[in-house]
C-alpha cells in the first residue's frame, strides 16, 4: 500500500534550518512522482492546520506560503521518491507538527494545492520546534 512517511523534524534555536523528508513507499508498479501533487502542512499549537508548500506534476510546479515564501524550498527527487522541504531562517512561529500529504496531482482541483480535502495519503507528522 502506498505511503508517505515524514522525518527531519527537531529542535533548533530561531535563524537555524532543518531538512524535511516525504518518503513514498509500498508503491505499485509505474509509481512515479510526477504523477502526484506533494504538499507539506503543519498544525501549531492552538492553530488549524495549514498549508505550507505543495509541489506537482511533470513540470514541478511550487507554491508557498507567505508565512514562508523566500525561506522555505521544496523540492522533489524522483529517483529517491522523496520529496524534500529545506527550512531556513526558522522563526518560533514555525513551531509545529509538519505532515506531508499526497495525491494524483489529475484529481487536484486547480488552485486547491492547501485544500486539505483534496488530499487521500497522509504521514503521521514530525515535530519541528524553533526555540531559544
Known amino acids: 500500500q502506498l505511503q508517505f512517511v515524514e522525518s527531519g523534524g527537531g529542535l533548533v534555536q530561531p535563524g537555524g534550518s532543518l531538512r524535511l523528508s516525504c518518503a513514498a513507499s509500498?508503491?505499485?508498479?509505474?509509481?512515479?512522482?510526477?504523477?502526484?501533487?506533494v504538499a507539506w502542512f503543519r498544525r501549531a499549537p492552538g492553530k488549524e492546520r495549514e498549508g505550507v508548500s505543495c509541489?506537482?506534476?511533470?513540470?514541478?510546479?511550487?507554491v508557498y506560503s507567505d508565512s514562508v515564501k523566500g525561506r522555505f524550498t521544496i523540492s522533489r527527487d524522483n529517483a529517491k521518491n522523496t520529496v524534500y522541504l529545506q527550512m531556513n531562517s526558522l522563526k518560533p512561529e514555525d513551531t509545529a507538527v509538519y505532515y506531508c500529504?499526497?495525491?494524483?496531482?489529475?484529481?487536484?482541483?486547480?488552485?486547491?494545492?492547501?485544500?486539505?480535502?483534496?488530499?487521500?495519503?497522509w504521514g503521521q507528522g514530525t515535530q519541528v520546534t524553533v526555540s531559544s
Open positions: 500529504a499526497a495525491v494524483e496531482w489529475v484529481y487536484l482541483l486547480s488552485g486547491s494545492y492547501f485544500d486539505e480535502s483534496e488530499y487521500d495519503l
Open positions: 509541489i506537482s506534476g511533470s513540470d514541478s510546479t511550487t
Open positions: 509500498g508503491f505499485a508498479t509505474g509509481f512515479n512522482l510526477d504523477y502526484y501533487a
